[in-house]
């Protein structure tokens, strides 16, 4: 079988309510399960520069890089009779602006949820692994309503 290599940046989408943290997932067009907003890496560009777009462009909100979440997520599937390695690096991303309203079509359904929630809805291993990192990251962010 032949295979190839897919490069693809996204990110874990947070902001901070009163209720507590909410963070932002998508229930893909195409196969209706759970996921985070992701999407190719573009030939010369970056992984940042990639995930906000995607971002961006998926779920309709603008936001920003606050940290890294670590080694990349990678999974293995077959698509058109070809084996696909595929390589996921994820961001923490502090909501800016925008509305989930405007996501792209690829997206049946965009969700604010609380973080946990969140996990619980998210249908692969790997991204509920990711949306764990992203708790544990935003544990050591300052809170900014906390602020003196």
């Known amino acids: ?3 190839r290599d897919e490069v693809s940046a996204g990110g874990v989408v ?12 998508c229930k893909a067009a195409s196969y209706h399960r759970w996921v985070l907003p992701k999407g190719l ?3 010369g560009e970056d ?13 309709g ?11 990349p997520e990678r999974y293995i599937y077959t698509a058109r009779g070809m084996r696909v390695f595929k390589s996921v690096t994820y961001f923490l991303m502090a909501y800016e602006s925008g509305s989930e309203q405007m996501h792209d079509r690829e997206m049946e359904e965009i969700r ?4 946990d929630e969140a996990i ?5 291993d790997g991204a509920k692994k990711i ?3 992203a708790k544990a990251a935003l544990e050591t962010l300052p809170d900014p309503s906390q602020a003196e």
């Not at 947070?14 to 997932?25: D, F, H, N, S």
């Not at 909100?61 to 080694?71: F, H, N």
């Open 1 to 3: 079988m032949k295979s």
């Open 14 to 25: 947070y902001r901070r309510t009163p209720a507590g943290v909410e963070v932002l997932i």
């Open 41 to 43: 890496v573009n030939a």
């Open 47 to 59: 992984v940042r520069t990639a995930a906000l777009r995607e971002t961006e462009e998926e779920v």
């Open 61 to 71: 909100v603008k936001a920003r890089i606050v940290a890294d979440l670590g080694e």
């Open 112 to 115: 604010w949820l609380p973080i």
């Open 120 to 124: 619980d809805l998210l249908a692969y």
């Open 131 to 133: 949306v764990r990192r």
